[in-house]
């Protein structure tokens, strides 16, 4: 789960309720948002760093079958369609 820019996964705390217990998923706070570390200087919240965090976080997470399913919202529908357009492979969705 991707929220938005300048968002947070609170936005997705009801679904998220829905959904433990019968699918397995990440939901995360993108770097400099939410409750994720904060850091002082605009350049890394580039976009190029969100998509290199959220790489990051897939690679570590990801369904090895490739039965993974990306859901963004917002600017983070963007994020996962670049996501989509290196690992389509790996992804059964967007």
């Not at 968002?7 to 705390?13: D, E, I, L």
């Not at 490739?66 to 917002?74: A, D, E, T, V, Y």
Request: hydrophobic content about 35%; some cysteine; aromatic content about 12%.
């Amino acid at each position: 789960l991707v929220h938005g820019s300048a968002a947070r996964m609170a936005q997705y705390y009801d679904l998220v309720r829905v959904l433990k217990g019968k699918y397995r998923f990440v939901a995360f706070d993108a770097f400099g948002c939410g409750e994720s570390p904060q850091p002082y200087g605009w350049d890394v919240y580039s976009t190029e760093n969100h998509r290199k965090d959220l790489v990051a976080i897939f690679k570590k997470y990801a369904d090895p079958q490739g039965r993974n399913i990306l859901l963004g919202h917002s600017y983070g529908t963007s994020q996962v369609m670049h996501l989509e357009s290196l690992v389509p492979d790996e992804v059964r969705g967007v």
